[in-house]
């Protein structure tokens, strides 16, 4: 038996109104302490009163557990035990079902824990289990939680901000298969919250407590419900009461400050393995990225000036879904997903081409689809020879990985996705078993791949009626869930690759950050909805974070400083301009400015965990938005959506954040090539600076330790200092990640001829502190200039100029159709009056090349009579360079791009944009 939690709700609201009276009736009779709070409790074993202990703030409250639809048949025992536990055993009936309610209550300084265990007797069945605090007197009482968004309005809202109480239902993460059974995405779904937690707030008395659920726990489809008469419910559902397994549900009660962050710091001190990433090394791999098929040359300066670092190589590598890596020897080709010849070791001398130019690769990998083109019922295997199985999807599916077919809840029709491939469930043990050969062939066949970025998890809200989990239960029969069978899946996914020293990255439509604990960071397709990138970042609080630019996006092409600045915000880094970005923004002069301009911005926030302690930055007045973000080194601080040219920030506390005193503060602007040094004013244990803003942001650097350049990339040689703003520290270096006593003393500036990264360590010998800071340098090839014209095709003469990232690089050039031996140096714009070839080539130190054969050009023709075809461009309305010709007032529209659909391959570098031209 199934009842719907949706259809018990007239039944809960009177439950909201009634429960509360009778309960605080009756007379407190236990109480227990834990987490910096006092617990009362009925006789009757229900919640009577929460007391926050630093503050003696006392909240009335009527508490308990329930499970809808069910009678109680009353109170069994309740009882304390010696260490100061409380336990309660109810007997509840439901017709021809009965089950034992077991509730719990302990403590210890972490916190107050409440433990719920159901053990049924009969035939199994399920209904919602039901968690409600009634909060008395709730008017002037804020209301928290990991909400996408507070206000459910348009537009991108502050998420950190509390509310008061109301009536809300939000779905944690995404809204349950019964709710909403239609197929796809629900990334636009504001509802959402994305950490199982609900904080309750007292500001004029500067006391909180949050209750969260354990991240540990076996959770399905959980919701959150609230009243704006202070009443929560947590409601579960599709637990199985009965059989071997009890339903057992962990609750953990917290006591803090009026602040969500406080809030957020007290979760992650709980689970630390799901908000830490289990490779280290993932924050190198953080930085704006891309999703391309594109394996040309690329100006690889260019790109580290837009804080670019990874490419989740948009796999249209693979024959077809699901078969990433083919069982093929190393040379062997086979025709990909965009009809070309693909090999293993093409795809391996990719990942290594981009290693070398400081940049990484994760490969697509997804567990939940496969195949293509396919059409159930399966016609007979067209293959049945093993070792050319994989040559056919229909094939392979029915003879190698059947098992992991989901099917709908009549078990015969499959669910279709992207080219008709199907979704499957990977708890499937053939399914399963072929995925982890898939994930060894990675891991030995790519070794300088980073690791893989895993898609699509949005189909894990789903059920599978042809296995049994032993926990799940839906249309009235036993069924399989397939968050337990990501968890199978990941947990030995990630042993290999973490073993292997690779990184796990996923696209976390489903938004739940219980899928967390063996990922190391994210790569999010729909953070450029504002409230799925609030989502998001509450996630990723202590690992990187990724997000996609949707090539039509109306918040990036209307508002690009705004989108940015709330990306810094939220510690996310944009999708770049880069050539053959999926379904995402490609190169644009306009596009490509931003990115350089907010660079060094995104750079300083490299290795970013939030700050969690509460009111840890505020910014007077309210005239800008302010957080804090630990990085190596010190701390960084994004300013945003300032309202004046200058901000007073006040940073609180500084000595519980950092191990030593010292700092030198600079502010970071976008587009400045400098950054501007900040006064700091101490005021006991809290720092006040004087903020100068630009395009309304900030970032504020304090920096400890830090490197002079700062972490960058160079071509020949590059000269280094290390600073420390620590009275008294002595330098050090780490050669490797190794520990302290392997240390190399800095004495002096160091001559970088290769690329480097410094582990960097000040200390503090008779204290015992020890400061840790880091810094990347890149040693890039000479790049190649870049050819920048107005008009590919004009009608009397053009100006075509060369750039080059390599500033003291000389440049010479050579027309097509001349023989020149000797190749002109470049120094002023060409005027170009006949149909030419240009083609460019860089020297470093200054020497003429002697040959200029292989490098890249651009045609400039000569228009014949009839109208102008210019080059179809787009531009960003409020970053127009100055000075640029128009020469038409409209462009030729460009083409949809869908995800696998047509797709514009990479256009000349720096064409600049025609006036009033459509949203790419």
Known sequence: MNLSPRRIRPVLIIMFFIVPEVLTMQADAYVVKGGGLTLTLSDAGEITGIEHDATGRVWRVAGGASIAGVRDGGTAATAQAPDGAVETIRRLALADHACTLR?????????????????????????????????????????????????????????????????????????????????????????????PMATIMDATRDAAFTIIQSLDDVILDLSLDTASDGNLVFSHQHHRIGGDRPVRIVYRLVAHEADARAALGRVVALHPDYFDPPNPRAHQVAGTGAYSWYAGELDAARFHQMSFRVNWKASFDFPYMGMF???????????????????????????????ELGFFVLNYFNVTEFGAHLRFPLPP????????????????????VADGILYASDGRSPFYSWFRCVVMDPGGSDYQR???????????????SAGICIDRTDWLRYYNPKRDDGASWMWDRPVASLFLSWREIMAELGRRFHEADKLIYINNAMGRVDLMSDVDGMFDEFTFIPSHLNKCAFMCLRKPLIGWIEPRQEEFWSAPDA???????????????????????????????????????????????????????????????????EVPGGLVAPVIHAKTDRVRVVVRGVSRLVKADGFEVDALHPGATQAVKIKAERRGDDMLLDVPVARGCAMLRLKQ???????????????VEIRTAIPNAHLCLLPKEVSSSQTVPYTGPLTLTETTRLQILAQLWKEGIDVHGAAQFTKLPLPAPRIICARSIFDESEQVRLECTAGRATLHYARRRRTESNFPKYEHPLSVSESRIIRRAPSFPVQRPASISGSAYIAVRRARPGPTCLFPTSSLPRLRPA??????????????????GARRLPGVWGHPPTSNSPIP
Request: aromatic letters at 14%; one cysteine or more; glycine letters at 6%.
């Open 381 to 400: 295997p067209r293959i049945t020879d093993k070792s050319e199985l994989w040559k056919d999807s229909g094939s392979f599916i029915q003879q190698a």
């Open 705 to 719: 330790v830090w490197t002079e350049p700062a972490s960058t990339y160079f071509f020949d040689q590059q000269k």
């Open 325 to 355: 890596l083919p069982p093929v020897p190393e040379e062997e080709t086979w025709i990909n997903f965009r009809d070309k010849p693909t090999s293993i070791r093409q795809m391996a001398d990719y990942s290594r081409r981009m290693k």
């Open 883 to 900: 000075g640029v010709e128009r020469s038409r007032k409209t462009a030729p529209s460009v083409p949809d791009r869908s995800r696998c």
């Open 563 to 629: 989108f940015m600045q709330q990306n810094l915000y939220m510690g996310c880094y944009p999708m770049a301009p880069f050539p053959g970005n999926d379904h995402s923004n490609l190169p644009h002069p306009d596009v490509e400015r931003l990115f350089i301009d907010y660079g060094p911005l995104m750079d300083a926030m490299r290795g970013k965990k939030w700050v969690l302690a509460p009111h840890v930055i505020e910014v007077l007045g309210g005239e800008a938005l302010a957080n804090l973000f």
């Open 434 to 448: 072929f995925l982890l050969e898939q994930a060894n062939a990675h891991i030995k066949r790519l070794p300088d």
């Open 103 to 195: 509730q719990h209550f302990s403590g210890s300084p972490e916190a107050l824990t409440w433990t719920l265990e159901i053990t049924g007797s009969g035939e199994p069945w399920s209904s919602s289990i039901e968690t409600r605090l009634g909060i008395a007197d709730a008017a002037g009482l804020g209301f928290w939680t990991s909400w996408v968004d507070p206000k459910l309005q348009r537009g991108w809202n502050d998420p950190l901000q509390p509310q008061p109480f109301r009536d809300l239902s939000l779905w944690y993460g995404q809204p349950s298969y019964e709710a909403m059974p239609y197929l796809g995405f629900h990334f636009n779904y504001h509802r959402l919250f994305s950490i």
